[in-house]
């Protein structure tokens, strides 16, 4: 939770704040572009991380009760956790960075509907929704059927993004 009374954002919200939106916003300042380089890469760790836990328990459904599925899926379901952990650790400190350098925090209304960043699930949602659109761009060119769009979105991406670099 930020402990200072927020203060109204220098600049525009737009309808819904994206990382490129957010990178504009650190643009010029050594810290928050370093943060948002931590954040970013956290957004696709957690993505990756997300995708590997649903495609995992989907593939398992019927096999959920075998000791080997069960210890398989704690396990990931342990790195999702601590993943998202350090997705929203990373979003507090550049909450706070920007508060530091008169930005306001009206952004993080934008992704936890809330002026705290303790909402885990819309923080979650925030961080998959920008990986999934911005694949969407990127692959908006190809000519491409609804099952290779939809296989992607579901069963993530292959990035050059230090997976190291979460904190996980």
């Not at 220098?10 to 939106?21: F, R, V």
């Not at 959920?64 to 990931?76: C, D, I, N, P, Q």
């Not at 929203?88 to 009206?106: M, T």
Request: aromatic share 8%.
């Amino acid at each position: 939770m930020i402990s200072e009374t927020p203060k109204r954002s220098s600049y525009e919200l737009p309808k819904e704040l994206t990382l490129s939106s957010l990178r504009r916003v650190c643009r010029g300042s050594e810290q928050l572009t370093e943060m948002y380089d931590d954040l970013e890469d956290c957004v696709y760790r957690y993505y990756e991380v997300a995708v590997q836990f649903e495609y995992f328990v989907l593939a398992s459904k019927d096999d959920f009760f075998s000791e080997a599925k069960r210890s398989r899926l704690e396990t990931f379901d342990e790195l999702r956790r601590r993943t998202h952990t350090s997705l929203c650790d990373k979003l507090r400190i550049l909450a706070r960075l920007l508060v530091q350098e008169n930005h306001g925090i009206d952004w993080i209304l934008l992704i936890s509907g809330s002026s705290e960043t303790d909402n885990r699930e819309s923080i979650g949602r925030w961080a998959i929704r920008q990986i999934t659109e911005k694949t969407k761009q990127e692959i908006s060119h190809v000519p491409v059927y609804g099952d290779i769009v939809a296989g992607v979105a579901t069963q993530g991406l292959q990035t050059d993004h230090n997976a190291d670099s979460c904190g996980v």
